[in-house]
């Protein structure tokens, strides 16, 4: 591990890859006589790296959302599927390849009209997002263009693609694909709007609930996280977020010391503002 870092130049994400590679490798040195038992103990118990690193989480505002998201021109059919897609992949806060696993049936629409979706993620576990209305308003708009007798596509895949009247299974490049045009088409009207990739959104929808003030252990099962670990990212970010609208409501106040400093004077200050939240 040491050399892989220190000769190779290794980053962390790359070493700790290699662990379980070479733990399988020195198995079978234990089995071909060729290392003891003890040193097999010993590298069992070696853990993984932390990256020390603290890496910024790039996610969209809820402005910028809402820009993406009315780019799909929804006087097409793709437009429509597209606009669908993107809002559902926002408000689900699923994995891209999660909703082109989904078919028709996962998407169910209670008594009550309340919506919601049955997920298959990884380690095959299922779990259950709920949808807003709106994103549930758009899926009967969709169904009426892409599965027409819904009762009968209750087995097909919820997203697919057509080509020469031909119906095929959609994949993320393709997703990719209409992607790469409305980033193209947003940053025309907001010019700081990040690169668009699946992911995006769900590190977005994540950083926006914890915001809202959903609790991080549900943050973390709305995103199907096993460990909660991974979840505390957006906590880090989600604190930044917390303590600029906190500064700044305290500008305005009349209680401020510094009431003639209207607004807060570090609330634009990436720097100072990540010391503060621990990040630096």
């Given at each position: 591990?040491?050399?892989?870092?220190n000769?190779?130049?290794n980053?962390?994400?790359?070493?700790n890859?290699w662990?379980?590679?070479?733990r399988?490798?020195?198995e079978?040195?234990?089995?071909?006589?060729?290392?003891?038992?003890?040193?097999?103990?010993d590298?069992a118990?070696?853990?993984r790296i932390?990256?020390?690193?603290k890496q910024?989480?790039?996610?969209?505002?809820?402005e910028q959302?809402?820009?993406?998201?009315?780019?799909?021109d929804?006087m097409?059919k793709?437009?429509?599927?597209?606009?669908?897609f993107i809002a559902?992949?926002?408000?689900?806060g699923?994995?891209?390849?999660?909703?082109l696993?989904?078919?028709v049936?996962?998407f169910a629409?209670?008594?009550?009209?309340?919506?919601?979706?049955?997920?298959?993620g990884?380690?095959?576990?299922?779990?259950v997002?709920?949808?807003?209305s709106?994103v549930?308003?758009?899926?009967r708009?969709?169904?009426?263009?892409?599965?027409?007798?819904?009762?009968?596509?209750?087995?097909?895949?919820?997203f697919?693609?057509?080509?020469?009247?031909?119906?095929?299974?959609?994949?993320a490049?393709?997703v990719?694909?209409?992607?790469?045009?409305?980033e193209?088409?947003?940053?025309?009207?907001?010019?700081?709007?990040?690169h668009?990739?699946?992911?995006?959104?769900?590190?977005?929808?994540?950083?926006?609930?914890?915001i809202?003030g959903v609790?991080?252990?549900?943050?973390a099962?709305?995103?199907?996280?096993?460990n909660?670990e991974?979840?505390l990212i957006?906590?880090a970010?989600?604190?930044?977020?917390?303590?600029?609208?906190a500064a700044?409501?305290l500008?305005?106040?009349d209680?401020?010391?510094?009431?003639e400093?209207i607004?807060?004077?570090?609330a634009?200050?990436?720097?100072?503002?990540?010391?503060?939240?621990g990040l630096?």
């Amino acid at each position: 591990m040491e050399w892989l870092k220190n000769e190779r130049n290794n980053e962390c994400t790359t070493i700790n890859q290699w662990l379980p590679h070479l733990r399988t490798f020195c198995e079978y040195l234990h089995k071909n006589g060729k290392i003891a038992y003890s040193d097999l103990s010993d590298i069992a118990l070696i853990s993984r790296i932390k990256d020390q690193r603290k890496q910024e989480l790039i996610c969209l505002s809820i402005e910028q959302t809402k820009l993406v998201i009315k780019q799909p021109d929804i006087m097409k059919k793709t437009g429509r599927r597209d606009r669908f897609f993107i809002a559902l992949l926002y408000d689900s806060g699923c994995r891209d390849q999660e909703l082109l696993n989904l078919k028709v049936k996962d998407f169910a629409i209670t008594k009550n009209n309340d919506a919601e979706i049955r997920i298959l993620g990884k380690g095959k576990k299922y779990r259950v997002t709920p949808i807003s209305s709106e994103v549930a308003r758009l899926f009967r708009e969709y169904c009426k263009d892409y599965h027409p007798d819904t009762e009968e596509s209750q087995d097909r895949l919820l997203f697919y693609t057509v080509r020469n009247e031909l119906t095929a299974e959609m994949y993320a490049d393709n997703v990719q694909r209409f992607m790469k045009v409305y980033e193209k088409s947003a940053q025309c009207v907001e010019r700081t709007l990040p690169h668009l990739h699946p992911h995006l959104f769900r590190h977005s929808r994540a950083l926006h609930l914890y915001i809202a003030g959903v609790p991080l252990p549900l943050v973390a099962e709305w995103l199907g996280h096993s460990n909660q670990e991974t979840t505390l990212i957006y906590y880090a970010q989600a604190s930044l977020e917390m303590k600029r609208k906190a500064a700044s409501k305290l500008a305005d106040d009349d209680k401020s010391v510094f009431r003639e400093d209207i607004t807060f004077k570090y609330a634009d200050d990436e720097k100072i503002l990540k010391k503060l939240s621990g990040l630096k």
